[in-house]
């Protein structure tokens, strides 16, 4: 079998990246940054470029029952060793060098999302959550650090990786941290597919619920919401599954169809919000692009 490693496994970390990280911010935080696989031309800093684009199909805010359609940006690649994905609103860079093939890989870099959450009434179907306060656009800057796995259970390109991420939003629209575990496995199911799954979870600060799902009094006025407050904590956990096959010659290189879907279910302080109880606490993402690599 032809190695499997350049370009599919990056493509599928990529689209599950960007099933998750779309235009509803608070969903690109879903899945924490993945590794992004070497070439298989035998130099393990071999610079390449992949680009995607997809069409994702999302909840209008975080908790909504309404979904919309929106564009997927996706671009990876790898310049002098440094690993950098762009999915959805969502930018990551792996600033360790890692090896090539079958091997351990440590994985750390910065972060950024650009969350637009709920910062347009204009996007928002639910006629009581219109009449809510915009949101700000939130900037989360932070890190991850993470650790994978290549060669596991079923070949030699096989991938499991763990990672944490940390950011916090610097433009003030919640002025909180977000704290986001998950673990994703990936396996080749032959030349020309790939699948894989992920699971993630949500931790927040305090002022990420006061911002997004808490009711104020003059709120409540407009709305006819009850009045809310929403604390920090466990927000949500997730699981999802993506999957690739070749239009154009096989896993290697060339044109590639990508799909995914995401379930995120809300809780605690966020599935009892008003804001949720008029929408729902179960959260879909469906995805489909397209990505070529060069």
């Known amino acids: 079998m032809k190695s499997l490693e350049f370009p599919p496994l990056r493509i599928l970390y990529a689209s599950a990246l960007g099933v998750a990280a779309t235009a509803t911010p608070a969903l690109a935080q879903d899945v924490a940054p993945a590794p992004v696989d070497t070439p298989a031309t035998g130099d393990p800093r071999a610079d390449f470029t992949i ?17 919309g ?29 890692d090896g090539y093939g079958p091997t351990w890989d440590v994985q750390a870099g910065p972060i950024g999302v650009v969350n637009f959450n709920r910062n347009s009434r204009d996007a928002i179907d639910d006629p009581q959550v219109a009449l809510l306060d915009e949101v700000g656009t939130a900037i989360e800057l932070g890190g991850y650090v993470g650790i994978g796995k290549t060669g596991v259970l079923t070949s030699d390109y096989d991938r499991l990786s763990a990672t944490v991420s940390y950011r916090y939003d610097v433009a003030g629209a919640h002025s909180s941290g977000i704290l986001t575990p998950a673990v994703t496995y990936t396996t080749p199911l032959s030349t020309k597919a790939l699948a894989g799954i992920f699971a993630s979870a949500e931790f927040v600060e305090r002022g990420y619920g006061e911002a997004y ?82």
């Open 69 to 97: 359609v929106s564009p997927i940006p996706a671009a990876i690649g790898q310049v002098s060793g440094f690993r950098y994905l762009l999915a959805g609103n969502r930018f990551s860079v792996d600033v360790i060098r």
């Open 213 to 294: 799902f808490s009711v104020s009094p003059a709120e409540s006025a407009r709305s006819g919401l009850p009045i809310y407050t929403a604390g920090g904590g466990f927000k949500n956990w997730g699981v999802g599954a993506v999957a690739m096959r070749s239009l154009t010659g096989d896993l290697t290189g060339g044109l590639q169809l990508v799909g995914g879907v995401v379930y995120r279910r809300l809780s605690g302080d966020y599935a009892d919000s008003p804001i949720t109880r008029v929408g729902s606490a179960n959260q879909w993402i469906g995805a489909l692009g397209l990505a070529y690599s060069f």
């Open 51 to 67: 680009l995607g684009l997809g069409v994702g199909v999302l909840p209008n805010y975080e908790g909504s029952d309404d979904y």
